[in-house]
């Protein structure tokens, strides 16, 4: 009598225990086909990013704005699109970094023996400014001038020279990055074999050069 009393419930608790437990099951399983999907996906997109900078180096100008903004994606960065070109307002990418801060990006794909001028990253504090932007990041296929450097630290620019594009390209992180600072040009010795590997690009007085402006003599 007692067992005919409660049979069903007992059936009932075992159901759902069954249910309950195939259900955690595929949770669980889910949770873990997902994790697999992502960490494939970030080894997928960083094993795209690692191009030699010379393929970079024969980029177009707007090539490399997408291939910047690809990896700022490719670092969960959000609203990340380009706004090269007329009317620009000097940023070439803008979006937000992971932690939610809005940034603004410059983009210069200058041959290795240019030099970025401390003007140019002024007119990035300028976008800035109109974009309401948090941080203002200056990514280049070559080096910055010691004026610029100034510029780049008194501001809180976070100056991506050739060298950190390099780490980047092949999986280091944008965030990573930016502790870099001010400090992410070498010392002398660094500078002595750039400038050997390099060289210095010159030109004729009034002649345009085909990668960038001939600013070489503002890195003494």
Request: with cysteine.
């Amino acid at each position: 009598m007692f067992w005919s009393a409660i049979w069903m419930y007992v059936v009932g608790v075992v159901a759902a225990a069954a249910l309950g437990g195939l259900g955690w099951w595929l949770w669980r399983t889910d949770r873990i086909l997902r994790g697999r999907d992502r960490v494939w996906r970030q080894q997928d997109a960083v094993a795209a990013g690692h191009r030699s900078l010379a393929e970079v180096d024969g980029m177009s100008g707007t090539e490399f704005e997408e291939l910047v903004a690809g990896l700022c994606r490719r670092d969960v960065c959000r609203e990340v699109r380009r706004v090269g070109g007329s009317g620009d307002q000097g940023a070439d990418v803008v979006g937000r970094l992971p932690d939610g801060r809005a940034m603004v990006v410059q983009c210069k794909r200058y041959a290795p023996s240019a030099v970025i001028a401390s003007r140019e990253v002024r007119d990035l504090l300028g976008s800035r400014v109109h974009f309401g932007a948090d941080v203002a990041v200056f990514v280049t296929t070559t080096r910055f001038s010691r004026r610029a450097m100034e510029v780049v630290v008194r501001n809180g620019i976070v100056a991506v020279n050739r060298d950190l594009l390099g780490a980047w390209n092949s999986g280091a992180s944008l965030p990573s990055l930016m502790g870099a600072g001010g400090s992410g040009q070498g010392d002398a010795r660094h500078l002595a074999r750039w400038r050997k590997t390099y060289g210095r690009k010159r030109r004729r007085p009034g002649r345009p050069m085909r990668d960038g402006p001939d600013v070489s003599g503002l890195a003494q």
